[in-house]
Structures are given as C-alpha cells and as structure tokens.
C-alpha cells in the first residue's frame, strides 16, 4: 500500500521566494495534517483539515503560511515569503478518523520535505 | 510550558539492555497514548497505541500508561542496534483535542553493538 507521498524530498531557495509543499494522503483518510520539525521545538502541528475542511489553523505562525485541501487526495502547504527562520522539516500525515475509539487509526506520516532557506 | 514534557536525552546503551524512554503531561483531558518511533531522515511511524491507563505489551515493547501521575513509559527489552533511532511520546483526547496530537519532543537512542 502506498503511504503519505510528499513532495519535494529537498528544496533549498532564497529567502523571499515562494515555496510550494505538496501533499498526498492515504486513499479513504479523511483527516490530514501538516506539522513542523526543528530541533529546537519538536514535532509542532501547523494545521488540520477533517474531510478537506480546515478545523485548526492556530499553529501555522503567521500570515506568510497558507494551507489548501482542494480535494481528498491532495494537500499543499505555501510559504509567501519565505524566511531563514523557515528552515525545517515539514512533514505531513493522514487518518482516518472515527468516533469510535478502538476504530481509530493513528496518524501516517510521510517521509517530509526538507526545506532550506537561504 | 508544554503540554506533553521528553527528555530528549541522547540515550546511549549497550546490545541487550533494557531501556526506559518516558513522558509527562499536562491535559487531563488526553485518553489516548501513542509512541512513534522516527529513524534518520524519515518520517515518524507509530510503534505503539494504547487508550487510558495500564499496560501493552508488543513483542519486545511494553506501553505503560498512568494517568493519575499523568505519566507514560516505554520499554524495550533485549535492544537491539536497529532500535537506534528517535522515540516521540503524542497523546489525544476528547472534545477540543479531539483529531490533533500532541508531541513529545523525541528521545534520541543509540545501541551500540
């Protein structure tokens, strides 16, 4: 089974410039989620959307963050402009959540997209 | 303060210990214990899942979960080299933290042959 595809693996580009982070979930999740990995502060969620829905966007830290869901199958994460204090690792996972909780599927992350800003 | 503590070690121990990874938190709110185990330039995949309190046990592994001490543990047993890798503590529970989890840190291990 394919897992979370995310794309690129590697970008590195100049501070200011627009960076597009792409995103496929498992086929029949409907949760997914975009998080952030610095070793300074962990693993930290920047937003989630629950069937393409955005239900908590209170972790992406500022305005130059946008995330979109157009469809069950694809997710993007822009940063416009981006800054060298964007610098990580940016990961997203999917589930599929229930309201049952022996039904509840954990999350699956893919493998990130390892961001570098000049 | 955060609402889930890790000691992000690193942790060093030799072939066929036994070793302890832990975590503290906060919400008294959260139900559901997760460990994720995430190797070097990977993603984070879950190793382990258990809902409220006491014990699971998955081959080498045990899942401890006390939630009066708002406390959780890890155990392996019989290490291993392939068992060097980052170990993140994440929780959920009902209500507004229904859908999101919250992370540990990461304990970073290494077993050395």
């Known amino acids: 089974d394919a897992g979370v595809i995310q794309s690129p693996r590697h970008e590195v580009t100049e501070m200011g410039q627009e960076v597009t982070l792409r995103c496929k979930p498992i086929?029949?999740?409907?949760?997914l989620f975009w998080y952030r990995q610095t070793m300074m502060r962990g693993l930290e969620l920047l937003i989630y959307?629950?069937?393409?829905?955005?239900?908590?966007d209170s972790g992406m830290p500022e305005d130059r963050f946008s995330a979109k869901m157009p469809n069950a199958s694809f997710s993007t994460l822009k940063i416009q402009p981006s800054e060298p204090r964007d610098s990580a690792v940016y990961f997203c996972?999917?589930?599929?959540?229930?309201?049952?909780?022996?039904?509840?599927?954990?999350?699956?992350f893919g493998d990130g997209t390892r961001l570098s800003i000049l | 303060q955060k609402e889930v503590e890790q000691d992000p070690g690193p942790l060093s121990v030799p072939e066929g210990a036994i070793v302890s990874l832990n975590c503290t938190y906060s919400?008294?709110?959260?139900?559901?214990f997760m460990w994720y185990r995430q190797y070097s330039r990977k993603g984070p995949e879950l190793l382990m899942y258990?809902?409220?309190?006491g014990n699971k046990e998955d081959g080498r592994f045990t899942a401890q979960v006390d939630k009066s001490s708002k406390y959780i543990s890890l155990f392996i047993r019989d290490s291993q080299p392939s068992d060097s890798a980052t170990y993140l503590c994440?929780?959920?529970?009902?209500?507004?933290?229904?859908?999101?989890?919250?992370f540990g840190r990461g304990t970073q291990l290494t077993v050395w042959p």
């Open positions: 959307f629950n069937n393409n829905v955005p239900i908590d």
């Open positions: 258990t809902y409220s309190s």
């Open positions: 919400n008294s709110a959260f139900q559901y």
């Open positions: 994440a929780m959920s529970g009902r209500g507004s933290t229904l859908g999101r989890l919250y």
């Open positions: 086929s029949g999740h409907n949760s």
């Open positions: 996972a999917s589930a599929l959540r229930t309201e049952v909780w022996d039904r509840r599927q954990p999350q699956h």
